[in-house]
């Protein structure tokens, strides 16, 4: 496993780490290596700060924005404390967590640092465990359909990433960007099979038809509110 000595970057361009050496092109958004900065020097720049969108619920991004960015979020649980997906900038003073669960392989950022920082639990659907450098490294263990911890429910859909799997936690949705923007120009996520991630976002539609209590969305770089975003999902679904 790598530890706090590996060598590391992040893509400025994107906020992809990658593991090992500095490659010529980033592996996630095709950005030069003089977009690449060490994972020192990334935590030096880039702050990770937070903001409640729900109760319980924490928005995590860096300041100043890391590239295209991913919102990662903090739930304070049943029994334990949880992050879905993670940021991409490692910064040691962030309160810990006890697992990071991840909606797919894309957006690890710096899980295999947090996780030797606090002996967190970090968990992925085994379908996309190996399907990235970054993944392999950072994942202690993985899940064969659907998931609970602490309270905090996932269900695979597939689709966009063959593990792609989505959280539910008392009233919010985190849905990553299977779909988005938000709005009447919502679509689904043009980055994988088409015929497999229309079919995922037909299970999802099929589980939200019995989720009855959401009020919050929670997608990859916002916060909705939940019937608004069901009107637009269900208009193309």
Same mark, same amino acid.
Not at 10 to 17: D, K, M, P, S
Not at 202 to 218: G, I, K, N, P
């Given at each position: 496993?790598?530890?706090?000595?590996?060598?590391?970057?992040?893509?400025?361009?994107?906020?992809?780490?990658?593991?090992?050496?500095?490659?010529?092109?980033?592996?996630?958004?095709?950005?030069? @290596?003089?977009?690449? +900065? /060490?994972?020192?020097?990334?935590?030096?720049?880039? *702050?990770?700060?937070? !903001?409640?969108?729900?109760? $319980?619920?924490?928005?995590?991004?860096?300041?100043?924005?890391?590239?295209?960015?991913?919102?990662?979020?903090?739930?304070?649980?049943?029994?334990?404390?949880?992050?879905?997906?993670?940021?991409?900038?490692?910064?040691?003073?962030?309160?810990?967590?006890?697992?990071?669960?991840?909606?797919?392989?894309?957006?690890?950022?710096?899980?295999?640092?947090?996780?030797?920082?606090?002996?967190?639990?970090?968990?992925?659907?085994?379908?996309?465990?190996?399907?990235?450098?970054? @993944?392999?490294?950072? +994942? /202690?263990?993985?899940?064969?359909?659907?998931?609970? *911890?602490?309270?905090? !429910?996932?269900?695979?859909? $597939?689709?966009?990433?063959?593990?792609?799997?989505?959280?539910?936690?008392?009233?919010?949705?985190?849905?990553?960007?299977?779909?988005?923007?938000?709005?009447?120009?919502?679509?689904?996520?043009?980055?994988?099979?088409?015929?497999?991630?229309?079919?995922?976002?037909?299970?999802?539609?099929?589980?939200?038809?019995?989720?009855?209590?959401?009020?919050?969305?929670?997608?990859?770089?916002?916060?909705?509110?939940?019937?608004?975003?069901?009107?637009?999902?269900?208009?193309?679904?």
């Amino acid at each position: 496993m790598f530890g706090f000595g590996a060598k590391q970057h992040v893509c400025t361009a994107c906020g992809y780490n990658i593991i090992g050496s500095k490659p010529r092109l980033c592996p996630f958004c095709g950005a030069r @290596s003089k977009r690449m +900065v /060490t994972s020192d020097a990334a935590a030096r720049r880039y *702050k990770v700060v937070s !903001r409640e969108v729900a109760p $319980g619920v924490t928005q995590l991004r860096c300041a100043p924005r890391l590239g295209l960015e991913h919102a990662a979020y903090r739930i304070d649980a049943d029994g334990g404390s949880v992050w879905i997906d993670c940021p991409s900038s490692f910064n040691t003073n962030l309160p810990a967590v006890d697992a990071i669960l991840f909606t797919h392989k894309d957006f690890v950022g710096a899980a295999n640092q947090y996780r030797d920082l606090w002996n967190a639990e970090v968990w992925m659907h085994e379908l996309d465990r190996e399907r990235s450098t970054v @993944s392999r490294n950072a +994942v /202690t263990a993985t899940f064969n359909g659907n998931i609970e *911890k602490f309270g905090v !429910r996932g269900f695979h859909i $597939g689709g966009h990433s063959p593990g792609f799997t989505v959280y539910i936690w008392r009233d919010v949705l985190f849905v990553c960007d299977y779909v988005y923007p938000p709005g009447t120009a919502m679509k689904l996520n043009p980055h994988g099979p088409a015929r497999e991630t229309r079919q995922g976002a037909a299970r999802l539609a099929d589980l939200l038809a019995d989720e009855t209590s959401l009020q919050t969305v929670c997608g990859y770089n916002y916060v909705v509110d939940y019937r608004s975003w069901l009107s637009n999902f269900t208009s193309f679904v």
